[in-house]
Every structure is written in structure tokens, then in C-alpha cells.
């Protein structure tokens, strides 16, 4: 048997249970330690300690990093996940002074690698791009729906409320605060009805149509496509384990052919010994 080379130890390591549980449980601090940073009593009282352990866990998740880029060479290149991994990390050992402080601010994206290690948060964020296609046809109804409700706002309550209707514009924009029901009744649909009684007409079939309805298609997708994600995986566990028991069942006859070879040799030398 060959010994290992450092190649596949290190392999091993970055590819065991605890050493991903202990990066999660860093991240987790480091998310921690940022959100301590903006209390200034804290700042002043324990800056230099929260300072330093932020350089640390940057070090080590440095050190983790070029441990997986040894361990899969080229491979980690090829895949998405690292390729998040390796800019996040990039952009906190960039210098946040001058022309660069806002990159500062941006250390706390440390936090999201968390949707890289965590399996059930890459497993969301893979079923949202993968129902970007459905999504965009949906927003692109709902933007048709926005356009002509627009429309016959701006042309109805213009005159009377220019802040709200006066332009395309800024029906959008009152239309956007009507769907998300943000003050919708009172703040808006009242004080119109109070000159258009009739405008109940106009907002209850928008909210129905943009609310209700084309959010729900949304949220249908993303669960479709989660589910599907869901059962491709399970397909290629499938697929794993009867992979698996086949290659066991093909050791298994080939140990059984070796045995009956042997039985055969170990019969011809007892014929051979009794003649």
C-alpha cells in the first residue's frame, strides 16, 4: 500500500466533519465580533481585543483557504462556492484605508460563507438561481400589471393628488407601497376615495392581481424549484448507494469465483495425491 501524500492528507483534513464545524463555529464569532465593533462603549472599552481577534480569524480562514486550493489544485478554481469563498476572504486582506475604506464595511460578507458551508443554506440559495428563468417571466407580467395600472392612476388622480399620481413615476412608487400594504388603506386608498368614492374599484383589483396573486406564483416557483433540487439529490444518493451495493455485489462474486478456484485447485492436488 502507497503512503499518502501531503496532497491527499490534506485532502482528508479540509474534507472531515470537525474541520468544517470548527470553521463554521469561527465564522459564527467573527459574525459576532462585527456586530460588536459598531457599539462605540464596547470599541472603547474592549477595541483592541476585538481588533486583534478579528486579524486572527482572518489568518485562520487564510490558512483555510490555501489549504483547500493545495488540497483540490485546479478544482477549487472550478467551482462556485470556493470561487465565493476565495473573493470574500480577498476583499478583507485588501488594505480599508483611503480611497478603499469602504471595504471596511464589507468584512461582515465573512458572514455569508456561511451559505457555503452550511449544506441546507447552499441548498436555498441554489434553488433561487436556479428559478431565476420563472422569476423573471413573472416579474416581467408584473411589471406589465404595474405599467397599465400606472397609467390609468396617473390619468384618474393626477390632478388631485399630484405627490402620489403626478407622474408615471411616482405612481410606480405609490403603487409599490399599495402592494406591499404599507399604510395602503389609510395612507393612501381613504384619502383618494374621500374625492373618488368609486376608487375602491381600482385598488382592490391591483392589490388581488399584484399581491395575492403574482406573489404567490413567486413563492410557487422557488418551492418548485427547492423541490426539485430536493429530488435530484435524493436521485444521486440514490444512485450512489445502488452504485455502491453494486460494485459490493461485483467483490462478492469475484471473491466467490477466487474460492471456487481455489476449491478446484485444492480437489485436482488431492486427485493428484491419491494417484
Known amino acids: 500500500m502507497k503512503p499518502q501524500t501531503m496532497q491527499q492528507k490534506v485532502l482528508q483534513l479540509v474534507e472531515t466533519s470537525w474541520f468544517n464545524h470548527s470553521i ?16 462605540a462603549s464596547l470599541m472603547q472599552d474592549f477595541g483592541s481585543v476585538i481588533l486583534l481577534a478579528d486579524k486572527v480569524l482572518l489568518a485562520i480562514f487564510v490558512i483555510e483557504l490555501l489549504l483547500r486550493i493545495f488540497a483540490y489544485r485546479l478544482s477549487f478554481f472550478k467551482d462556485s462556492w470556493s470561487l465565493f469563498d476565495f473573493a470574500v476572504v480577498a476583499i478583507a486582506l485588501m488594505p480599508a484605508t483611503g480611497q478603499f475604506s469602504v471595504l471596511r464595511a464589507l468584512r461582515v460578507l465573512r458572514v455569508l460563507r456561511l451559505l457555503s458551508i452550511v449544506p441546507s443554506m447552499r441548498r436555498v440559495v441554489s434553488a433561487l438561481l436556479g428559478s431565476l428563468p420563472g422569476l423573471g417571466s413573472i416579474a416581467m407580467v408584473l411589471l406589465l400589471i404595474y405599467y397599465v395600472f400606472a397609467v390609468i392612476a396617473t390619468k384618474l388622480f393626477s390632478a388631485a393628488f399630484p405627490e402620489w399620481f403626478g407622474s408615471i413615476g411616482a405612481s410606480f412608487y405609490t403603487l409599490f407601497q399599495v402592494m406591499t400594504l404599507e399604510s395602503w388603506s389609510m395612507g393612501i386608498s381613504r384619502p383618494v376615495m374621500e374625492q373618488f368614492p368609486y376608487a375602491w374599484a381600482f385598488f382592490v383589483p391591483f392589490i388581488l392581481i399584484a399581491t395575492f396573486t403574482m406573489l404567490n406564483l413567486f413563492i410557487a416557483i422557488i418551492v418548485n424549484t427547492m423541490q426539485t433540487f430536493t429530488d435530484q439529490e435524493h436521485a444521486a444518493e440514490r444512485a450512489e448507494d445502488k452504485k455502491a451495493e453494486l460494485a459490493e455485489q461485483q467483490l462478492m462474486h469475484k471473491q466467490l469465483a477466487d474460492i471456487q478456484q481455489e476449491l478446484k485447485a485444492l480437489r485436482e492436488e488431492l486427485k493428484q495425491r491419491h494417484h
Open 24 to 39: 463554521l463555529v469561527l465564522i459564527l464569532i467573527n459574525a459576532i465580533l462585527l456586530g460588536m465593533e459598531t457599539s
